[in-house]
């Protein structure tokens, strides 16, 4: 649910789901590992080039499948 959060056309919504996806991991360096990781794909959904925010989605979406 969270990851599907991470998509959603919201910002704020967007911005929640990433903060409960890093709450769920309690070590500090995991936690680092997956914002580094997520952040440049939230970055990607904010921007304004669609095809950008399409890419971004795409990777998520892929992320989701396996």
Do not use: W
């Not at 990781?37 to 669609?50: G, S």
């Amino acid at each position: 649910r969270l990851l599907n959060q991470v998509m959603h056309p919201n910002e704020q919504v967007r911005d929640r789901a990433l903060e409960s996806l890093v709450r769920l991991i309690r070590e500090d360096e995991k936690q680092r590992d997956l914002m580094e990781f997520l952040e440049p794909l939230m970055e990607d959904l904010n921007a304004e080039d669609k095809q950008t925010q399409d890419e971004a989605r795409e990777e998520i979406r892929q992320l989701l499948r396996q």
